[in-house]
């Protein structure tokens, strides 16, 4: 996974050294029209139609003949207050591979029928606010449809902001290696997940589960790279007996545990030394990173590069590490300094 990020930011950044891609924003950037056009048509040519529209009526997608050979499709906030339905689905091309839909107005009802004969996609996404998510409760229930099983092709599943339900069929993804639910609420995360061995990344951001804590599941999951978990229950501490914490590779994010005094015991950050990204927010009471490590710090996450904190009330000091590189703070009433007594940190820092 590390490696197809790395390789997709190099590619942008060679799309927008060649003014193909104009820069927007750190995480965004602008396409020409002409520039999407002609990329369009070569694609096209090679045999990889692509549909990207946005404001698109939902009934195009029946009277649009074209559809039928497309093997991507992305369409951004679907117009009128429709529900899209077997009639819309029904349309599409056997061969699609990815299916991206996005809207705030329309509903989704997702029949046994209409994925049943798409058994080549690889990549399937029903947004409601898109990837920029804004804590705004599920307006739609959608419920996942049990052929959604059959998709042995699958590897990534992005369902954001949703009435989901039960979840149980996720269990049948054998080849499932991103999950990403931010935003829906579901009954509980299936005990099965832990036995989708390609599974790398988890996304459960501001997710309502109403049976379990998802901490129970997860950490069976020994083989995920990527964890994010905003719940809605409250702990005083991490759990200490978390296997697959020492198997995060890359990122771990954390946020909204009100009553969070510590967020890591000793024990827990001596296993993560892969992780380079440490992002966490909304913890009113928390007062240390590490439970009694002031002392040590150096010690801990060897190869950390980039730390984003943000809204704490209690924080005082923030660790000073060896091999940091970014620090982006915010709202942090009571911070009085920022790398204790670490001395010889040269680093870029970001406050908000």
């Given at each position: 996974?590390?490696?197809?990020?790395?390789?997709?930011?190099?590619?942008?950044?060679?799309?927008?050294?060649?003014?193909?891609?104009?820069?927007?924003?750190k995480?965004?950037?602008?396409?020409?029209?002409?520039?999407?056009?002609?990329?369009?048509?070569?694609?096209?040519?090679?045999?990889?139609?692509?549909l990207?529209?946005n404001?698109m009526?939902?009934?195009?997608l029946?009277?649009?003949?074209?559809?039928?050979?497309?093997?991507?499709?992305?369409?951004?906030?679907?117009?009128?207050?429709?529900v899209?339905?077997?009639?819309h689905?029904?349309?599409l091309?056997?061969?699609?591979?990815?299916?991206?839909?996005?809207?705030?107005?329309?509903?989704?009802?997702?029949?046994?029928?209409?994925l049943?004969?798409?058994?080549?996609?690889?990549?399937l996404?029903?947004?409601?606010?898109?990837?920029?998510?804004?804590?705004?409760?599920?307006?739609?229930?959608?419920?996942?449809?049990?052929?959604?099983?059959?998709?042995?092709?699958?590897?990534?599943?992005?369902?954001?902001?949703?009435?989901?339900?039960?979840?149980s069929?996720?269990?049948?993804?054998?080849?499932?290696?991103?999950l990403?639910l931010?935003?829906s609420?579901?009954?509980?995360?299936?005990?099965?997940?832990?036995?989708?061995?390609?599974?790398?990344l988890?996304?459960?951001?501001?997710?309502?589960?109403i049976?379990?804590?998802?901490?129970?599941?997860?950490?069976?999951?020994?083989?995920?790279?990527?964890?994010?978990?905003?719940?809605l229950?409250?702990?005083?501490?991490?759990?200490?007996?978390?296997?697959?914490l020492?198997?995060?590779?890359?990122?771990?994010?954390?946020?909204?545990?009100p009553?969070?005094?510590?967020?890591?015991?000793?024990?827990?950050?001596?296993?993560?030394?892969?992780?380079?990204?440490?992002?966490?927010?909304?913890?009113n009471?928390?007062?240390?990173?590490i439970?009694q490590?002031?002392?040590?710090?150096?010690?801990?996450f060897?190869k950390?590069?980039?730390?984003?904190?943000?809204?704490?009330?209690?924080?005082?000091?923030?660790?000073g590490?060896?091999?940091?590189?970014?620090?982006?703070?915010?709202?942090?009433?009571?911070?009085?300094?920022v790398?204790?007594?670490?001395?010889?940190?040269?680093?870029?820092?970001?406050?908000?």
């Amino acid at each position: 996974m590390e490696k197809a990020r790395k390789g997709f930011y190099e590619s942008v950044k060679i799309l927008k050294d060649s003014f193909l891609l104009l820069h927007a924003s750190k995480e965004n950037v602008k396409m020409h029209d002409m520039v999407r056009d002609v990329a369009l048509q070569i694609t096209s040519k090679m045999g990889q139609a692509i549909l990207t529209s946005n404001l698109m009526d939902l009934r195009k997608l029946v009277e649009d003949e074209n559809i039928k050979d497309k093997k991507e499709i992305y369409i951004w906030d679907l117009k009128n207050s429709q529900v899209l339905n077997d009639d819309h689905l029904n349309c599409l091309s056997p061969s699609l591979e990815i299916l991206v839909l996005q809207s705030l107005k329309v509903g989704l009802e997702v029949s046994n029928a209409s994925l049943e004969k798409l058994k080549k996609l690889k990549v399937l996404a029903f947004l409601t606010h898109g990837y920029h998510w804004y804590q705004i409760p599920s307006l739609f229930t959608l419920s996942l449809p049990h052929s959604l099983g059959s998709l042995e092709n699958l590897h990534t599943l992005c369902l954001r902001g949703y009435k989901l339900g039960s979840i149980s069929i996720l269990e049948s993804l054998r080849a499932l290696e991103i999950l990403d639910l931010r935003g829906s609420s579901f009954e509980e995360l299936p005990n099965g997940i832990v036995e989708l061995k390609k599974l790398k990344l988890v996304d459960l951001y501001d997710c309502q589960i109403i049976k379990n804590n998802a901490f129970k599941v997860t950490e069976g999951c020994l083989q995920l790279e990527e964890l994010y978990l905003c719940p809605l229950f409250e702990e005083e501490i991490i759990p200490h007996d978390v296997p697959f914490l020492s198997k995060l590779q890359r990122k771990l994010g954390l946020g909204s545990y009100p009553k969070l005094v510590s967020l890591f015991m000793p024990c827990i950050v001596q296993t993560l030394e892969q992780l380079e990204v440490l992002n966490i927010h909304d913890c009113n009471d928390l007062k240390h990173i590490i439970e009694q490590s002031e002392e040590k710090s150096a010690d801990y996450f060897p190869k950390l590069k980039s730390l984003d904190i943000g809204n704490f009330k209690e924080l005082e000091y923030i660790l000073g590490l060896a091999k940091l590189e970014e620090v982006n703070i915010r709202d942090n009433c009571n911070l009085k300094y920022v790398f204790g007594r670490e001395r010889n940190i040269t680093i870029k820092l970001i406050f908000k």
